[in-house]
């Protein structure tokens, strides 16, 4: 990729997603929002009438889902076309308007949740054995569950009428860090003696450049401007840490943790059990951390030298071709279905590949039940890019498989589950790497990023956990969450984290303020199931790749599970019982014993 970088319109056409695939043009997504207009009216008409019959309930059942289906659609494209260029006001403008659509929809059917609880739970549970009610089960028995923690109608639609004033925290968020900050990044010299404007994307790749000067330029020009937006970076964290409260206690949970838990079905003991072992383990990162540094030949290390490796990278240069074709072969192990599908999507354009001046940063993959999966990239060249592909090439095939297998209604999965698939796929890419070479330095290299995988994925994702938990319950008892408070309580947490071989001087400092720039704190406690995913990808691979019988196929009947039962039996179906400490403590003990493998190989 060029220094400077292209408008979207410069990108190559076959490097773009295919996202006509959706809607053919503006014009025809506007025709299809005009019919949302009548919505509310329409799904209106149902209210008071859902204890009438069997028969009722699933004709208003069947309208709000088929409402749900055309707005989904609509949201996916709108979405899509805005993070090409969030700059862009035309799409900016057609998704507000989507979700504000999505706010009147939801204000329209606040009724339906509340009178549906309304039935005796007697006559409710006799309906559910009628064939009228069959196909929506599971869907209504999920619903039920929610009895304590639903309001009355009036109160429903108010909270309904609060999602798009809550969504502006994120919004704002978003804006913020991917069009206004960036414009105001400095340039830095490169390792060739070039000015090169930082980037979002360029950043991450910066900090992996064996040139320590170019790392330490790249830290701190960039957290230098970080550094100049916390206090409105604050504000609207704390807008939206209060958000989640607020639902909360409306809802009658105990906290916001729980609330959010609450839909996967997973209690607030496996989010700490998570945390608990992580500290347990935290000896073996900072070996792992003060090995680094000898091998580095340090006297002692920054922050800016996380994430570089510590064996150079013989090809450090990968093309796309070579990362699709790379990503084919590692998960051949998963049945010539998968292999099939996956490639086909490949070459159909479901990945918007490269950056361009605008674009959302990081990725992504997304897609709706009336499209194929899409991903969103900022393929850089880099193994780690690589590996992103991998990842979230794994997030699509599990979409895939599940909206081919279920009805729209029970094709969503979990979010606890959400992040197996994808990293059970950069297990198979890090296999099949791994088998592939006979260089001792090469084989060192991939080591190093497994372990940084172990570190990025579980543990950094459960130190985010750890920090999006203290900061809730900091709001909670009362307290405002100041750039002050933030700040210092990030830097306490990232210096237990990562222990005393960093200097932690002036230059380490600016990392406090690294809680500003991350999107998931936005996500209302998503982080903790990266950490989860990885572990039960551990596993799960290690089952495919050591041969064990029904492996693949429990692998492969979990990807098509949807919500049809709960996550965590979906899960265990596969091999992985999450309510145990297990898989966790596992996945650490792998990351001591690849560490110690690398100690082996560069003693």
């Known amino acids: 990729m060029p220094d400077e970088l292209k408008t979207r319109k410069e990108i190559p056409a076959e490097a773009r997603w295919n996202v006509e695939a959706i809607f053919a043009s503006d014009d025809d997504w506007e025709k299809d929002f005009d019919k949302t207009a009548t919505f509310m009216d329409s799904m209106k008409r149902w209210s008071g009438r859902l204890a009438e019959s069997p028969r009722i309930l699933r004709a208003a059942i069947e309208e709000l889902l088929s409402q749900h289906r055309l707005l989904d659609k609509l949201f996916t494209y709108a979405s899509m076309k805005a993070d090409e ?21 939801s204000a329209a059917h606040s009724f339906f949740t509340p009178e549906l609880l309304a039935i005796p739970e007697d006559t409710i549970n006799s309906w559910l054995e009628t064939m009228e009610l069959e196909p929506y089960r599971t869907w209504l028995q999920d619903t039920l569950r929610y009895r304590s923690h639903i309001l009355s109608e009036k109160e429903e639609m108010l909270l309904a009428n609060t999602s798009e004033i809550i969504s502006g925290f994120s919004s704002a968020f978003g804006k913020l860090s991917n069009v206004d900050m960036p414009a105001r990044l400095p340039e830095i010299v490169d390792e060739n003696g070039n000015n090169v404007k930082l980037t979002n994307g360029k950043f991450s ?50 906290s916001a943790l729980e609330s959010s838990l609450f839909n996967d ?9 998570l945390i608990k072992s992580v500290h347990d383990n935290l000896p073996v990162l900072h070996r792992y951390f003060n090995f680094r540094k000898d091998v580095l030949g340090l006297d002692s290390a920054h922050i800016y030298d996380v994430n570089v490796p510590i064996v150079p990278e013989s090809k450090a240069d990968y093309s796309w071709d070579e990362a699709v074709n790379l990503t084919l072969e590692a998960v051949a192990p998963l ?17 918007d590949r490269y950056e361009n001046r605008g674009k959302r940063s990081g990725a992504y993959s997304g897609g709706c039940y009336d499209s194929h999966p899409y991903i969103l990239h900022n393929f850089n060249g880099t193994l780690r890019s690589v590996f992103t592909l991998a990842h979230e090439a794994g997030h699509s ?8 297998s279920q009805q729209y209604h029970m094709s969503e999965y979990k979010i606890i589950v959400a992040e197996v698939a994808s990293t059970t796929n950069e297990m198979l890419l890090i296999d099949l790497l791994l088998k592939r070479m006979d260089d001792k330095q090469e084989k060192a290299y991939l080591l190093d ?46 210096k237990l984290y990562h222990g005393d071989c960093f200097a932690w ?86 990351m001591e014993n690849t560490l110690e493998e690398l100690e082996a190989l560069l003693q």
């Open 85 to 105: 260029d969030l700059g862009n006001s035309q799409y900016s403008g057609m998704l507000s308007r989507i979700r504000s659509r999505f706010v009147e929809f």
């Open 449 to 494: 990023h497994l372990l940084g995988t172990f570190k990025s994925t579980l543990i950094r994702q459960t130190m985010f956990a750890e920090f999006e938990k203290m900061i809730h319950e900091h709001v909670e008892s009362g307290n405002p969450l100041t750039p002050d408070y933030l700040s210092s309580s990030y830097y306490d947490l990232t």
């Open 265 to 273: 079905i997973v209690s607030v003991s496996v989010y700490d059990s």
């Open 505 to 590: 001087d002036d230059v380490d400092d600016l990392i406090a303020t690294e809680w500003s720039r991350i999107p998931h704190f936005y996500y209302n406690f998503y982080v903790y199931k990266y950490a989860t995913g990885l572990s039960s990808a551990i596993d799960i691979s290690s089952r495919i790749l050591s041969g064990e019988p029904g492996a693949i196929e429990n692998f492969i009947e979990f990807l098509k599970g949807g919500s049809s039962r709960p996550p965590l039996e979906l899960l265990k179906g596969a091999g992985v019982d999450l309510a145990t400490p297990e898989p966790v403590n596992s996945a650490l003990q792998k």
């Open 397 to 404: 095939m599990h979409s895939l498989f599940s909206r081919v």
């Open 205 to 254: 790749a910066f900090l992996q450049n064996k040139d320590r000067r170019v790392r330490k330029d790249a830290f701190l020009g960039f957290y230098n401007e970080v550094k100049g937006n916390v206090a409105t970076k604050a504000a609207l964290l704390e807008g939206q840490v209060k958000s989640n409260i607020f639902r909360a206690r409306a809802r009658n949970y105990n």
């Open 335 to 351: 049945g010539t279905d998968y292999v099939d599908a996956l490639a086909m999507g490949f070459r159909n354009r479901w990945v």
